[in-house]
């Protein structure tokens, strides 16, 4: 017992007066394991809970579960701290000083950290949500202390700093209904049978699987334009995410049906009026 004893107190390294024992050393390892293990069981814990109270937001668990290993990791390191006898007063000191020293040259780095904590703890941003960023749509990936991946169809991965998506415009199309509501412009020559414009508009929708019948679709004469009367049909679908092929197929049935049915979409045209002198 005495022979372990001295082993644990043996002193690996001496610096100003700081010195590393194998006991400090052994104690550091275990904290280092046990904040590892309390982490990484950490996902399953959360999820239990959320499951027991009828939630089942993949994106609310991972950002639930980012957050308190911030809060372990914090705690893990004052304890590391602690228990090879620095004191915490000095390293807080330390930190202070850094940050007035390097604040001015990190503000943008700051922003994103505090960005980061106000999306992980208002829970608007989750993982798996679907955003619009700048015209690019994509899905969280990942939700960090500074920054979020976000991955768009595409299959591209951007790194998005998180100061963007709390001070910027970000749509998030995951925060709607179940359903959300898109349409599709289209122009037919003037002289064509209005009513029969909007019959085949609405068959359009009707006829494609991946629109919602409730609410119904519906269509709007939106103005007389230059070149062409300007219709737009109004629909919903469940799967955000396949807006953009959904549109592309709507696009194909309607310039089928307008052939087979004799409307025309025009090009834009201009009369040129010459006058002779």
Do not use: C
Request: aromatic share 10%; no cysteine.
């Amino acid at each position: 017992m005495k022979y372990i004893e001295q082993v644990l107190e043996f002193e690996l390294f001496e610096i100003g007066g700081f010195s590393i024992s194998v006991y400090n050393l052994l104690l550091v390892v275990i904290i280092f394991f046990a904040v590892k293990g309390i982490t990484h069981s950490l996902d399953l814990v959360v999820k239990k809970r959320l499951q027991k109270k009828g939630l089942t937001d993949e994106g609310r668990s991972s950002s639930i579960t980012q957050i308190l290993k911030y809060i372990i990791y914090v705690v893990g390191f004052f304890i590391t701290v602690q228990s090879l006898g620095i004191n915490v007063d000095l390293i807080l000191g330390v930190f202070a000083a850094l940050g007035l020293g390097i604040g001015f040259a990190l503000q943008d780095v700051f922003k994103d950290l505090i960005s980061g904590i106000i999306i992980l703890f208002e829970g608007n941003v989750s993982v798996g949500d679907i955003l619009e960023v700048d015209g690019l749509i994509g899905t969280v990936k990942e939700i960090k202390l500074r920054t979020s991946l976000i991955r768009t169809r595409d299959g591209i991965y951007i790194v998005v700093p998180n100061n963007r998506i709390v001070n910027e415009k970000v749509v998030n199309w995951s925060t709607n209904t179940k359903i959300t509501r898109f349409n599709v412009t289209v122009g037919v020559a003037y002289g064509s049978d209005v009513e029969k414009v909007k019959e085949l508009l609405l068959r359009s929708v009707t006829e494609n699987p991946e629109v919602s019948k409730r609410p119904r679709p519906m269509v709007f004469f939106k103005e007389f334009g230059d070149s062409a009367l300007q219709f737009e049909i109004h629909y919903w679908v469940e799967d955000t995410w396949e807006t953009e092929v959904i549109k592309s197929d709507l696009r194909f049935t309607i310039d089928k049906l307008f052939r087979e049915n004799n409307i025309q979409i025009p090009f834009p045209q201009r009369d040129v009026h010459l006058i002779q002198k």
